[in-house]
């Protein structure tokens, strides 16, 4: 392989966070082209580079990841804070597996909680959890993302309801409702009302 920082167009030593925009920069580029060999390429560079493992005897050195978790992460999360969660997305693909913390999958969680993938989000904030069992913020960002999956917090009344079909206070809104539509349009569904 080639020097990584020549393949991503950063020089040597470069910083991460221009490491990180260098990538994402690339990867915009080529994600649509269909040419997996660039892709690759990008990746395995972006992969050395943060992990600081030098590839095919380049002699570049670097601190590692664990060095920037804490930067990524914050950059990570202005991302996803101003909406920009494809660029929070490519980001957090970017760390190697072996580095991803309980941090990571709650990030993850929340960018796909925000595209509405509550299924995948409620496993990375289990995920979050467990790798992290003191922390709150993930056992609460995976209590609301699944209370939102099953419908919210009133679902033991839902399943009441459901068995016995519908209940009087069912009738008289749908009713009260109708009837206000009627006398939207000039008609009058209940004339006493």
Known sequence: MRNPYDVLGVPQGA?????????????????DSGNQKKIDEINEAYDSIVMGAPSGGS?????GYSQYGAADYSDIRAKINSGRLDDAQILLDGIP?????A???????????KR???EEAAKNFATASNLDPSNNTYKMAYNKVNNARSGGYRTERRAERDSSGCSGCDICSGLLCADCCCECFGGD????C
């Not at 910083?15 to 994600?31: D, G, P, S, T």
């Not at 597996?97 to 913390?101: A, I």
């Not at 941090?103 to 909680?113: D, F, I, R």
Request: hydrophobic fraction near 30%; charge should be positive; aromatic fraction near 16%.
């Open 15 to 31: 910083a991460i966070e221009q490491v990180n925009a260098a990538y994402r920069e690339l990867m915009r580029k080529y994600q």
């Open 59 to 63: 002699g570049y050195s670097s601190g």
């Open 97 to 101: 597996e072996g580095s991803r913390d």
């Open 103 to 113: 941090q990571w999958y709650y990030l993850k969680g929340t960018v796909q909680q």
């Open 116 to 118: 509405g993938w509550l």
């Open 189 to 192: 569904l209940i004339p006493c």
